[in-house]
């Protein structure tokens, strides 16, 4: 059976350095799966919460991305206490999550979003049709000012899990980036993963 998730693991020792890894996806069996709050750690763990970040700034409201029917609220996440980046949670699988405590989008370095692939049972979620996009589709970001952001895709790129180029994705500065994650390939039971990630990478176009 193909079935698709979302997920990445980020970790963050005391001293706040980076060191990122894509992780396992939970089972997506309706039986088996149940959402949970996904809790942010401490700050006094060396890692900046969400809202301790966002007081004040301007943040990421809507994803659009005409090109697979894609027009889904934005939701800040941080990483949970297991090290797991967390994904939405006010609507799972409808909505995305932007890791905030990376650049917003159109700030210099790698913004990262991502999505659910599908729901419990298997069907579809926000990123069920990732895969369709193409370089040159148009990915859209509106703040919560109302400035939009278009990015353009780039490449998209498929990784096992313990291959992913980890500051490529998260880290790679000197540009404008937005990438979009979520799962792909086969459904591993005894891994309670799949086989692969799904990485789009998109290069900001213009902001107005």
Known sequence: MYLRRAGVRVWF???????????ACGPVSSSTYKAEPQPSPS???????PASQLSGVATPAHLI?????VNAS???????????????TQNPWENVGWYSA???PGE?????????????GGSAAVFWRLDELRVGDTVVIVDSTGITRQFNVTRLAYYHPQDAPLQEIFGTSGGTYLNLITCAGEWIPSQHQTTLRLVVYTTLETAR
Do not use: F, K, M, Y
Request: charged share 15%; glycine share 14%; aromatic share 0%.
């Open 13 to 23: 020792p005391l001293a706040c350095i980076l060191v990122l890894s894509l992780c």
């Open 43 to 49: 700050p006094a763990g060396g890692v900046p919460s």
């Open 65 to 69: 991305i005409s090109a697979i029917g």
């Open 74 to 88: 934005v939701e800040p996440v941080g990483i949970q206490a297991n090290g797991d980046l967390a994904t939405p």
């Open 102 to 104: 990376g650049p917003r």
């Open 108 to 120: 210099d370095g790698s913004s990262v979003i991502d999505g659910h692939v599908d729901r419990p």
